[in-house]
């Protein structure tokens, strides 16, 4: 199966494994993969499975015709009315004690954050600028990183820790679980944190429910992307 690098435009052919891991995501999931060219994430769903070919290798069928292309519809963001009732049934605590990086300012917001970070194991550190928090990144291994868009004054687009974390060499990037906050943002939609390359999303609104957001996140991180990576790893990726 070949896919092209939103990124670089570059084709990527998919192992067998992965393939198979991609066609059996449930609707609104996906897996998330590194472009070789460019270090850049490619979010792979199950539809893509019965997209055509990139350009000059389209399928012919048996009467030389090209086959018919199948629209694709974006999934739409998920459901997340379990986390209105504030409960989740799932691993709450993590095994090792982890460093967490928070660029909020400061009120009620980062408090529960902090508090959240630490109540599952993480020692959460803040900074007191973004100059500080770029040379942070650069020395310290930070398992999660915690930034909300209006961190710095103009947005999340024009944010230069932000431009810091697309840029990153994917050899350190792959390793943070990167978390953006604010009210653009739809809570666990995936393909909003892709197009924004993080890993998760969260909305003004559902801080209060950070702790149980990250109870759900943390784990389905851990499980999706640790037989990924392992994967790449056997391919020399």
Known sequence: MIVSCPHCEKQLELPKKI????KG?????????????????????????????P?????????GEAKPVRPVTPPRPPDISWLKEGRYEGKETIEDVPMAL??????????????????IGYKAELVDSTADAIEKIRFVDYACIV??????????????FHKE??????????????????????TFYNLQALAYSANLVVNDDEVPMFDIILRKAIPEYEELFGPIMEELRHHGR
């Open 147 to 160: 930034h909300h868009s209006l961190y710095e004054a103009n947005g999340i687009n024009s944010s230069t």
């Open 55 to 63: 350009a000059g290798k389209k399928g012919k069928g048996r009467s």
């Open 165 to 186: 974390m697309r840029t990153m060499n994917m050899s350190k990037r792959r390793f943070i679980f990167y978390i953006l906050i604010g009210k653009e943002f739809k």
């Open 25 to 53: 995501l449930a609707a609104g999931k996906t897996i998330a993969v590194k472009c070789p060219k460019c270090g850049g994430a490619v979010a792979l769903h199950a539809d893509m499975m019965s997209l055509p070919l």
């Open 102 to 119: 928070i660029l909020m300012q400061e009120g009620s917001a980062r408090e529960m954050v902090i508090g959240a970070l630490e109540g």
């Open 19 to 22: 393939v198979e891991n991609v």
